[in-house]
Protein backbone atom coordinates (compact mmCIF):
# COMPACT_ATOMS: atom_id res chain seq x y z
CA UNK A 1 0.00 0.00 0.00
CA UNK A 2 2.74 2.50 1.08
CA UNK A 3 2.59 5.33 3.16
CA UNK A 4 -0.04 8.19 2.44
CA UNK A 5 0.26 12.08 2.70
CA UNK A 6 -3.15 14.32 3.48
CA UNK A 7 -1.34 17.73 2.87
CA UNK A 8 -3.98 20.50 3.18
CA UNK A 9 -4.63 24.27 3.44
CA UNK A 10 -7.68 25.34 5.30
CA UNK A 11 -8.18 28.72 6.47
CA UNK A 12 -11.43 28.98 8.18
CA UNK A 13 -11.05 24.89 9.69
CA UNK A 14 -13.86 23.58 6.92
CA UNK A 15 -11.20 21.74 5.08
CA UNK A 16 -9.36 20.68 7.58
CA UNK A 17 -12.03 18.61 9.03
CA UNK A 18 -12.37 16.86 5.69
CA UNK A 19 -8.34 16.44 5.40
CA UNK A 20 -8.65 15.13 8.76
CA UNK A 21 -11.77 12.37 7.89
CA UNK A 22 -9.88 11.42 4.70
CA UNK A 23 -6.40 10.83 6.93
CA UNK A 24 -8.15 9.09 8.55
CA UNK A 25 -10.35 7.13 6.30
CA UNK A 26 -7.37 5.87 4.73
CA UNK A 27 -4.37 5.86 7.27
CA UNK A 28 -3.04 8.85 6.24
CA UNK A 29 -0.77 11.52 7.88
CA UNK A 30 -2.06 14.47 8.35
CA UNK A 31 0.27 17.61 7.33
CA UNK A 32 -0.83 21.30 7.40
CA UNK A 33 0.12 24.16 5.05
CA UNK A 34 0.45 26.88 7.02
CA UNK A 35 1.15 30.59 5.52
CA UNK A 36 3.75 32.39 7.32
CA UNK A 37 1.21 35.00 8.02
CA UNK A 38 -1.83 33.50 9.12
CA UNK A 39 -4.53 34.50 7.45
CA UNK A 40 -7.52 37.07 9.25
CA UNK A 41 -11.06 37.40 8.62
CA UNK A 42 -10.29 40.85 7.03
CA UNK A 43 -8.07 38.99 4.95
CA UNK A 44 -10.63 36.53 3.45
CA UNK A 45 -13.46 38.69 2.52
CA UNK A 46 -13.76 37.84 -0.86
CA UNK A 47 -16.16 40.58 -1.11
CA UNK A 48 -13.34 43.44 -0.62
CA UNK A 49 -11.70 43.96 -3.71
CA UNK A 50 -8.61 44.92 -1.34
CA UNK A 51 -8.54 42.02 0.70
CA UNK A 52 -5.86 39.83 0.92
CA UNK A 53 -6.63 36.61 -0.51
CA UNK A 54 -8.67 38.88 -3.26
CA UNK A 55 -5.71 40.82 -4.34
CA UNK A 56 -3.72 37.38 -4.21
CA UNK A 57 -5.87 35.57 -6.45
CA UNK A 58 -5.18 38.37 -8.96
CA UNK A 59 -1.47 37.27 -9.56
CA UNK A 60 -1.51 33.73 -10.94
CA UNK A 61 2.47 34.20 -9.89
CA UNK A 62 1.89 35.01 -6.34
CA UNK A 63 3.23 32.92 -3.67
CA UNK A 64 2.38 33.08 -0.25
CA UNK A 65 5.50 32.49 2.03
CA UNK A 66 4.96 28.78 3.66
CA UNK A 67 5.37 29.69 7.49
CA UNK A 68 7.65 25.77 7.29
CA UNK A 69 8.62 23.25 4.62
CA UNK A 70 8.97 19.82 6.84
CA UNK A 71 6.67 17.76 5.21
CA UNK A 72 8.08 14.47 4.43
CA UNK A 73 7.60 14.00 0.91
CA UNK A 74 10.03 11.70 -0.05
CA UNK A 75 8.79 8.82 2.60
CA UNK A 76 5.22 8.94 0.86
CA UNK A 77 3.87 6.99 -1.81
CA UNK A 78 0.65 9.30 -2.53
CA UNK A 79 0.18 12.71 -1.26
CA UNK A 80 -3.61 13.87 -1.34
CA UNK A 81 -3.53 18.11 -1.39
CA UNK A 82 -6.57 19.55 -0.02
CA UNK A 83 -7.70 23.15 -0.34
CA UNK A 84 -10.87 25.44 -0.32
CA UNK A 85 -11.75 26.35 -3.50
CA UNK A 86 -10.83 30.65 -4.34
CA UNK A 87 -12.05 32.32 -7.34
CA UNK A 88 -12.85 28.59 -8.86
CA UNK A 89 -8.86 27.39 -8.43
CA UNK A 90 -6.94 26.65 -5.46
CA UNK A 91 -5.17 29.39 -3.42
CA UNK A 92 -1.96 30.37 -4.43
CA UNK A 93 -0.38 29.13 -1.05
CA UNK A 94 -0.96 25.43 -2.57
CA UNK A 95 0.97 26.47 -5.70
CA UNK A 96 3.83 27.34 -3.22
CA UNK A 97 3.89 23.67 -1.33
CA UNK A 98 3.73 21.81 -4.55
CA UNK A 99 6.45 24.28 -5.60
CA UNK A 100 8.66 23.49 -2.43
CA UNK A 101 9.08 19.63 -3.28
CA UNK A 102 10.12 16.93 -5.30
CA UNK A 103 6.71 14.67 -5.97
CA UNK A 104 8.40 13.07 -8.76
CA UNK A 105 6.53 9.45 -9.69
CA UNK A 106 4.41 10.41 -6.86
CA UNK A 107 0.54 10.20 -6.96
CA UNK A 108 -1.20 13.66 -6.29
CA UNK A 109 -5.10 13.68 -5.71
CA UNK A 110 -6.29 16.92 -5.35
CA UNK A 111 -9.69 17.69 -3.59
CA UNK A 112 -11.40 20.64 -2.43
CA UNK A 113 -13.85 21.86 -0.51
CA UNK A 114 -16.61 24.77 -1.56
CA UNK A 115 -19.71 26.64 -1.44
CA UNK A 116 -20.68 26.25 -4.69
CA UNK A 117 -18.15 26.05 -7.09
CA UNK A 118 -16.95 22.93 -9.08
CA UNK A 119 -13.15 22.07 -9.17
CA UNK A 120 -12.66 24.25 -12.34
CA UNK A 121 -9.43 24.70 -13.86
CA UNK A 122 -8.04 23.52 -10.58
CA UNK A 123 -5.63 20.87 -12.02
CA UNK A 124 -4.89 22.35 -14.70
CA UNK A 125 -3.32 25.38 -12.26
CA UNK A 126 -1.84 23.22 -10.53
CA UNK A 127 0.12 20.84 -12.43
CA UNK A 128 2.72 23.13 -13.65
CA UNK A 129 3.51 23.57 -9.86
CA UNK A 130 4.35 19.84 -9.72
CA UNK A 131 4.98 18.73 -13.44
CA UNK A 132 6.93 15.38 -13.03
CA UNK A 133 3.84 14.19 -10.10
CA UNK A 134 1.65 11.77 -11.34
CA UNK A 135 -2.12 14.05 -11.03
CA UNK A 136 -5.28 11.94 -10.38
CA UNK A 137 -8.71 13.17 -10.87
CA UNK A 138 -9.23 15.82 -8.25
CA UNK A 139 -12.38 16.02 -6.66
CA UNK A 140 -14.86 18.53 -4.73
CA UNK A 141 -16.22 17.03 -1.31
CA UNK A 142 -18.45 17.61 1.18
CA UNK A 143 -16.79 18.68 4.45
CA UNK A 144 -18.77 16.20 6.19
CA UNK A 145 -18.32 13.47 3.58
CA UNK A 146 -18.18 10.50 5.89
CA UNK A 147 -15.33 8.23 5.95
CA UNK A 148 -16.79 5.19 4.10
CA UNK A 149 -17.56 7.43 0.57
CA UNK A 150 -13.89 9.11 1.53
CA UNK A 151 -12.55 5.57 1.36
CA UNK A 152 -14.44 4.24 -1.40
CA UNK A 153 -13.57 7.43 -3.81
CA UNK A 154 -9.55 6.73 -2.94
CA UNK A 155 -9.97 2.82 -3.89
CA UNK A 156 -11.98 3.93 -7.09
CA UNK A 157 -8.52 5.50 -7.47
CA UNK A 158 -6.97 2.62 -7.79
CA UNK A 159 -4.31 3.93 -4.52
Same mark, same amino acid.
Given at each position: ?????????? *???????????? *???????????????????????????????????????????????? *???????????????????????????????????????????????????????????????????????? *?????????????????
Amino acid at each position: MGKKLVAYFS *ASGVTARLAKTL *AEAVGAELYEIQPEAPYTKADLDWNDKQSRSTVEMQDAAFRPALANKN *ADIAACDTIFVGFPIWWYVAPTIVNTFLESYDFAGKPVVPFATSGSSGMGDTLEKLRPSAPSAVWKEGRRLK *ASTPKEELAAWVQSLGL
